[in-house]
């Protein structure tokens, strides 16, 4: 049974910053490219953020050089440290493979920014 459980979330004005947590349980691959997304009222869903089984990166152009991915071995999780936010980043922000596995979608974690 795999899980995955975003945290991290919440309220900030724009330029500012959040680390979002993605807490891996279960059997999933260590092998597998993880993901970010995130969806925001009225749109849908999209890939934000990537990693590879090495640690190759890629991002959405909307985020590309405010937003870094990465696993943290010791926690079991794979973090999304966003920077220089802004206001069209607001989205529920989701974990999971990528490409996406359906039953493996979490209840996100929301991200509001607003002054």
């Known amino acids: 049974q795999v899980q995955l459980v975003e945290s991290g979330g919440g309220l900030v004005q724009p330029g500012g910053s959040l680390r979002l947590s993605c807490a891996v349980s279960?059997?999933?691959?260590?092998?597998?490219?993880m993901a970010w997304y995130r969806q925001a009222p009225g749109k849908q869903r999209e890939l934000v953020a990537a990693?590879?089984?090495?640690?190759?990166?890629n991002y959405a152009d909307s985020v590309k050089g405010r937003f870094t991915i990465f696993r943290d071995n010791a926690r079991n999780t794979v973090d999304l440290q966003m920077n220089s936010l802004k206001p069209e980043d607001t989205a529920v922000y989701y974990c999971?493979?990528?490409?996406?596995?359906?039953?493996?979608w979490g209840q996100g974690t929301q991200v509001t920014v607003s002054s």
């Open positions: 999971n493979r990528d490409p996406p596995f359906s039953t493996y």
């Open positions: 279960g059997s999933i691959a260590s092998f597998v490219t």
């Open positions: 990693i590879e089984r090495f640690g190759s990166t």
